[in-house]
């Protein structure tokens, strides 16, 4: 067993312990709680360790024959730190759900790091950023003149977890991003807005700060690159007033009642949810001389495709061994990479 799954008793991460169990993945799980950590190995007849991320000595201990750590504990910023040091002291691969831009631009510095220890550091191995990484490859396979890029996503019949809303309060009132002649810029969230046709569905999106930004220009260097999501056109115009929302976004009373709200009404998406849910994505690659590539992908229900996607991946790392320090998805596996996993498909 050396796969340790760190946050296992969250949200995505039982989900990554169900997948496991119906794929007969051994792994080991870890967390902080030793209760519900416990009580999640038992269930699923798998090992399990209890421990804390402040402590590096006993960090280190813990992961002791550990060949790789899929981290699913955010916000990242507060957790991937302490691991991924840990790692490159260790030589134990990295991997991690996150979508957070910075957490990309940061683990990219540690490249030349992780090539000296001999592993792969490989954040967003979920639905952030799999599919929309493999498409934004895809489409520069196809048109490597490209140099403006645009993605987008939706989910029909989803949710939301505990730890994306989380995540969300945590950088709420810190605006937006695109990349624009090769440079990662601020702009105010949802700075842009258009009614995309998803294939199944037409939705209005809004441009958003998603990892793309920073991992779809690693993997094909295209110089222009804005994401965007599913949203109600009122939300749209409410972000208008952001920069008189924004002082309260930032305020800590907001936060602290924001966050009591979140633990106490929020979960994640039904087992029902996960099973019928769909999420799709839609990526358009064009040239300064008007020509364009424009593709789609449907897969299952996010988080579900998350858990799907990081084990695969995991497995796949420990295959791979001739790659080495900081990827993407698509830049080490290729495009094809999220078409492995059951129920996705490119049109």
């Not at 991924?84 to 510095?109: N, P, Q, R, S």
């Not at 939300?235 to 007033?241: A, D, G, M, T």
């Not at 929302?245 to 924001?258: C, E, G, Y």
Request: net charge positive; aromatic share 10%.
């Amino acid at each position: 067993m050396s796969i340790l799954v760190y946050g296992a008793n969250g949200y995505t991460g039982r989900l990554v312990v169900k997948a496991a169990a119906e794929q007969n993945i051994p792994i080991i799980v870890a967390g902080r709680k030793a209760d519900a950590i416990q009580a999640l190995a038992e269930t699923n007849g798998l090992t399990y360790k209890v421990f804390g991320l402040d402590d590096k000595n006993q960090l280190k201990s813990a992961l002791s024959g550990v060949k790789l750590i899929l981290n699913c504990a955010g916000p990242f910023p507060r957790t991937a730190p302490q691991l991924v040091e840990v790692c490159l002291e260790m030589g134990i691969h990295y991997l991690d759900i996150t979508g957070e831009i910075a957490m990309f631009e940061w683990m990219k510095t540690l490249d030349s790091r992780a090539q000296k220890a001999g592993i792969i550091l490989l954040p967003g191995v979920g639905f952030d950023v799999v599919p929309t990484d493999c498409l934004a490859k895809k489409l520069y396979q196809e048109l490597p003149e490209g140099d403006t890029l645009e993605l987008a996503f939706m989910n029909l019949g989803g949710g939301i977890s505990h730890g994306t809303l989380t995540t969300m309060l945590t950088n709420l009132g810190s605006g937006g991003a695109m990349r624009k002649n090769g440079k990662i810029i601020s702009r105010p969230l949802g700075f842009k807005g258009k009614t995309i046709d998803f294939g199944k569905k037409q939705r209005f999106c809004i441009a958003i700060p998603w990892g793309d930004v920073s991992t779809a220009h690693f993997g094909t260097g295209i110089p222009n690159i804005t994401v965007y999501s599913a949203a109600p056109k009122k939300f749209y115009y409410l972000l208008k007033l952001q920069a008189l929302l924004n002082p309260v976004f930032r305020s800590n009373w907001f936060r602290l009642w924001a966050q009591a709200k979140i633990d106490k009404n929020i979960d994640g998406p039904t087992p029902e949810q996960n099973q019928n849910g769909r999420s799709l994505v839609w990526g358009k690659l064009s040239a300064a001389d008007g020509r364009f590539v424009e593709r789609r992908f449907e897969g299952p229900e996010s988080y579900w495709l998350t858990a799907l996607a990081a084990l695969h991946i995991a497995q796949e790392v420990l295959k791979t061994p001739d790659c080495k320090g900081y990827q993407t998805p698509a830049s080490c596996f290729g495009p094809e990479l999220v078409l492995q996993l059951p129920g996705t498909r490119f049109f």
